[in-house]
């Protein structure tokens, strides 16, 4: 079977193509750094099937961070019949930077010269026949996006797959010519494969290429010996660099014809002169994610019960009378939604009861009070993840999200992290999984190491219930402000300990942060929603497997004793005795406390495993417990178990701090072990993780309880901090000045 690997830079298009020639989802994000692995697909138009292989963006073949090595490794390793070399036709001069050294190699070669549609917009005329003598390999005009001409491209490879190609380098048009023949020369006397490449990275000094070939490197470094540059002196790699260069603009980039700019500044860069400005960049950010929340999770979407005090009826319920599916304000299109939903399942159970009438009680027991209030519980928050999902990921599409890590690149260098490393915990809010394989594209391993732990803290999907159901049961009307509060916790914490491991165990160079910003588009349909299917499908999944065997868990063990006999009362249960026995454990941070504290406990326990599990341990044992008929008038279990444990406001706040901040769940623990192997680096994570929930968690209560004896604390620990800082003057560096020095 043939196969065809895409090569290019970040941003050009690669996963858009692989999309539309395989049929595949892939994630198409907006950044570097989204295809850390190559992947894999099938072109199956062209009679036998053709492998396509997607491999990470790079921009050149040096390889200096783990995508660059996985990509080189691949073109050289796994002998692709054919590199289709992606090149961004409004970037052409850049991207033909990586298509100089991909031309080196003895692979046959096709161009595809991507984004064709956006050039035509804007007037510019490509010579693609032109650039095929010159390059003396095919080149096809396409568009990934629209699906333009690549069926055309698949042909045109197929058929370069027949013909071999002898290897060229721009190097022998310039000064290192002899240089390089002679060192090609040696190779191919060795019958190295590739002699062309590795006798020109040999010569750039590459460090993979020295350790390689180590007789050839010291032959080399003698002839290296006799040549000096008038610019660079001996520093072949920037030699090589700007031969490559001249030659791209001497020879090359007469190809492309632009067209007369009437104005000087694109329409993106106009948009981009207010979103990423240095005033308005960060409120404007703010003001839109508080934006989305408003829209995704508030009950009184128009203030009008909050500022005007106008009650608002919905629909009242047919299965119990007197209760309405809106009570209130006008609620967001999330709310509703999410009504809508609930109604739909409130029915469901209230069928299903009826139907279990006459079974044994313990059977209607479990399926009403176990699996199906606790799977509910957790489906109810579909609608709600799917919205504020749509929303991040237009954002994302639309190139904006691109512009937030600029943004925020600027903040974060102050304390030592870059802004490559906020794409990854941006992509948390998803899920800390995917987010945390993608800190392998950081270049310096303790930053990388660093981004994994604080990861976990961009809230991710599953905790959203959390927030929202704890707000939606005590926090009536300012339900979304409380979620966003808590969005914003776990960043700011994230930025917190960021410079406290920063400057202390985690001391260490900041990569450089160089990040093309793509220009603004509408975001397309097809993909939001392919995202979104994805998403929904993997929640609903979850929710039937791995929650709905767990409720049952629960269930048993807040219905059963220790000699396995139903209990009239959950406080001879199993799951009480559990409770109580480590609850103490969590007196410090208020939620413990109190005769039900114990149930909280347990949820959270449970939330280490998946954190949907808090909001369905707190509903089924809310049930077990009975409060949902102690306290009338209450509509969901959650409601009702806040109201009759009595846990005050400083407490709550502190049990959603800890879920937040605690380990995050099996999965993502999974994922932060095979990326920072078993070691101390994955110990001192889970060590982090407990640590600090339970340090922030139990700050926060204790301060919100008794805020004047913590303030007065406080005042005397400032105050004996400020003595020994004043005796140690001079000793102590402050972070900020340590930078400029760096
Ligand atoms: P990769 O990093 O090379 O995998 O690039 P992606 O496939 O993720 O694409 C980066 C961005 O370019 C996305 O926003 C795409 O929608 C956009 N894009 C890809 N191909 C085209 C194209 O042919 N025309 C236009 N206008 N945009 C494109
Ligand atoms: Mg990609």
């Keep these: 079977m043939l196969k065809l690997a895409l090569a290019g830079n970040p941003n050009c298009g690669k996963t858009t193509l692989f999309n539309a020639l395989t049929g595949s989802t892939a994630y198409v994000g907006n950044w570097p750094g989204v295809t850390v692995e190559k992947r894999e697909g099938k072109y199956k138009k062209l009679g036998e099937a053709i492998d396509i292989v997607d491999l990470p963006g790079i921009y050149s073949l ?10 080189r490794n691949f073109l050289l390793d796994e002998k692709p019949d054919v590199i289709i070399n992606i090149i961004d036709a409004t970037n052409l001069e850049r991207n033909l930077y990586l298509t100089t050294q991909i031309l080196e190699t003895d692979v046959p070669v096709v161009i595809a010269l991507n984004m064709m549609d956006e050039v035509e917009r804007m007037g510019d005329k490509v010579d693609s026949v032109a650039l095929s003598q010159k390059l003396g390999v095919p080149v096809v005009e396409i568009s990934a996006l629209k699906g333009k001409n690549i069926h055309e491209l698949m042909k045109t490879a197929k058929s370069a797959a027949e013909k071999p190609r002898a290897a060229f380098s721009v190097l022998e048009q310039s000064e290192l010519a002899p240089l390089v023949k002679k060192a090609r020369d040696m190779l191919a006397a060795r019958e190295v494969d590739n002699p062309l490449f590795h006798a020109v990275k040999l010569i750039e000094g590459d460090e993979i290429e020295l350790k390689a070939h180590e007789e050839d490197a010291k032959v080399l470094a003698e002839l290296k ?27 090359l980039s007469s190809v492309i014809v632009k067209a007369e700019r009437k104005e000087k500044l694109t329409r993106s860069d106009k948009i981009d002169k207010v979103l990423t400005s240095r005033i308005w960049g960060i409120p404007i950010f703010i003001a839109m994610m508080f934006l989305i929340f408003h829209v995704t999770f508030a009950e009184d979407f128009l203030y009008l019960n909050t500022l005007y005090g106008v009650q608002v009826q919905g629909w009242e319920c047919w299965w119990e009378p007197g209760t309405y599916v809106i009570d209130g304000g006008i609620p967001s299109p999330g709310v509703l939604l999410q009504s809508c939903l609930v109604w739909c399942t409130d029915s469901l159970s209230a069928l299903a009861a009826n139907g279990l009438a006459g079974a044994p009680a313990w059977v209607s027991s479990l399926i009403c009070d176990g699996v199906l209030a606790g799977v509910f519980s957790v489906l109810s928050f579909l609608p709600q993840i799917a919205l504020l999902f749509l929303f991040l990921s237009i954002l994302e599409d639309s190139g904006y999200m691109a512009r937030v890590a600029f943004i925020m690149d600027r903040i974060f260098r102050k304390f030592g992290l870059s802004g490559k490393s906020f794409l990854p915990l941006l992509m948390g809010f998803g899920c800390s999984v995917p987010a945390i394989m993608a800190s392998r594209t950081l270049e310096h391993d303790k930053e990388r190491q660093m981004t994994i732990y604080m990861t976990p803290w961009f809230s991710c999907t599953a905790k959203m219930p959390i927030y929202t159901a704890i707000a939606a049961a005590v926090f009536v009307g300012n339900d979304d402000l409380v979620v966003f509060g808590m969005y914003l916790l776990g960043i700011v914490c994230a930025i917190a300990g960021a410079l406290l491991l920063r400057n202390t165990v985690f001391r260490g160079e900041t990569a450089p942060f160089i990040m093309e910003l793509p220009a603004y588009h509408l975001p397309q349909a097809k993909s939001l929603f392919v995202h979104l299917w994805d998403k929904v499908k993997k929640y609903v999944i979850r929710a039937a497997t791995i929650i709905a065997a ?24 199993i799951v009480h005795d559990i409770g109580s026995l480590v609850s103490w454990i969590f007196y410090p941070l208020g939620f413990a406390l109190g005769e039900y504290g114990w149930v909280f406990v347990v949820a959270a326990v449970t939330g280490l495993i998946a954190k949907e ?28 178990l806040f109201a009759v444990s009595g846990i005050t406001t400083p407490a709550i706040i502190s049990f959603m701090a800890f879920n937040l901040l605690a380990i995050p769940c099996f999965a993502a623990v999974g994922a932060a072990r095979a990326e920072l192997g078993k070691g101390r680096g994955f110990k001192g994570a889970l060590l982090w993780w407990m640590a600090s929930a339970y340090i922030v968690s139990m700050m926060i209560y204790l301060i919100g309880s008794w805020w004047w004896t913590v303030f007065i604390f ?18 102590l560096k402050f972070p900020g000045k340590k930078q400029k020095k760096a």
């Design 62 to 71: 040096s390889p200096y961070s783990p995508e660059e090595v996985v990509s």
């Design 225 to 251: 010996e006799g040549y000096r540059s008038e610019m660079f002196g001996d520093d072949f790699e920037a030699c090589t660099a700007d031969a490559r260069y001249r030659y791209i603009t001497e020879k």
């Design 550 to 573: 767990s409720t049952i868990v629960i269930w048993f063990v807040s219905n059963f004793n220790w000699s396995y006999h139903m209990v009239d009362s959950i406080e001879d249960s």
């Design 613 to 640: 599990e808090v909001v369905s341990t707190m509903t089924v044992l809310g049930i077990a417990i009975g409060a949902l008929g102690a306290e009338a008038g209450e509509t969901t279990a959650i409601e009702a």
């Design 714 to 731: 406080a005042v005397i620990i400032a105050a004996a901090v400020t003595c020994i800082v004043l005796w140690n003057k001079g000793k």
